[in-house]
């Protein structure tokens, strides 16, 4: 079977929560936060900050994407998190701290209607079954993220110039 099958079945087989990482495009809001403050810019924040997320870093996904791949049974769902469920506002002044910036730079934003106030997933059934277990602490992999976007800003300047 190509690899590029292989893919499409596991994409067919596992759902995960949000993802962070280096080289995520600079939309993102970890990826955004990160650029805006190595600009001087402020950081959205929306509504309060109350919504909740479980953050799962790249790596992590990419080995439960591979246990799926190779042990997963078809036709089974998977949900691979990574166990790292903050609210927005504790992202945004966990961010602000590990840049050595301010509460000042947050600009507060309405809130998007219908946002969805917690996006998290159960991942038990990929832990028992798959022997799944996120690797990667939220405190290592935004460290990880923030010297990657450091150090690559020429790969996401252009993409960033609004």
Not at 23 to 32: F, G, T, W
Not at 66 to 72: E, F, M
Not at 93 to 119: P, T, W
């Amino acid at each position: 079977m190509k690899i590029l099958d292989k893919f499409r079945i596991a994409h067919q087989l596992h759902r995960c929560s949000n993802n962070y990482g280096p080289n995520q495009y600079p939309e993102k809001v970890i990826p955004l936060f990160i650029t805006n403050l190595l600009r001087k810019k402020k950081i959205p924040l929306y509504g309060d900050g109350s919504n909740i997320r479980d953050w799962l870093h790249v790596s992590d996904h990419c080995q439960g994407i591979n246990l799926v791949l190779k042990n997963g049974k078809p036709g089974e769902i998977y949900n691979i998190g990574g166990g790292q469920e903050i609210s927005n506002l504790e992202l945004t002044n966990y961010v602000i701290k590990c840049m050595g910036a301010d509460e000042n730079a947050i600009e507060y934003v309405q809130d998007r209607l219908g946002h969805d106030f917690r996006y998290s997933l159960n991942y038990e059934k990929i832990s028992q079954v798959l022997q799944y277990s996120p690797l990667i602490s939220f405190d290592e992999g935004i460290s990880e993220t923030i010297a990657w976007y450091k150090a690559n800003t020429s790969w996401w300047e252009d993409l960033v110039k609004f």
